[in-house]
């Protein structure tokens, strides 16, 4: 929270004295962020009709369009029923990697819309992914 903080203050204090760019870079280092760019193939994923009890897995892949690496600080899901797994290392300039989530449907009958926050070094604010699911009940047996 001390970071996002610190990082909106440089933020509008570069942009109030009407700073130039090469200032307002020297403002994001010293906040910590680099010049990664995340991009996205798609921000979003359907799953379609799944039966209750399955796990299902998708891969938002991304590329770093920035000039900087990029590092994934951390990746948030908005339910326990979803997991997700970052890179481990840095994603160099040009590169592309994947963020893959896991929805776990037991006991989460009907329309299921999730989200995904994601944290790098290269912004201030996070990206965030969704997903949706319609999850039938598991037929008696």
């Known amino acids: 929270m001390k970071r996002i903080l610190s990082i909106l203050f440089l933020s509008a204090l570069a942009m109030s004295c009407n700073s130039s760019e090469s200032e307002t870079q020297g403002a994001m280092s010293a906040a910590g962020l680099q010049n990664g760019k995340i991009e996205f193939e798609e921000m979003s994923h359907d799953f379609g009709e799944i039966t209750e009890g399955e796990v299902v897995s998708h891969a ?12 994934i600080i951390s990746v948030n899901v908005s339910c326990g029923c979803t997991v997700a797994s970052k890179p481990m290392g840095s994603v160099g300039v040009g590169q592309e990697d994947e963020i893959v989530i896991e929805f776990n449907s037991k006991g989460k009958v009907g329309e299921n819309r999730k989200s995904v926050g994601v944290i790098t070094n290269g912004q201030d604010v996070p990206s965030t992914l969704n997903f949706t699911a319609t999850v039938k009940p598991a037929e008696a047996e």
Do not use: A, E, V, Y
């Open 60 to 71: 938002f892949k991304f590329k770093n369009t920035g000039t900087d690496p990029l590092d």
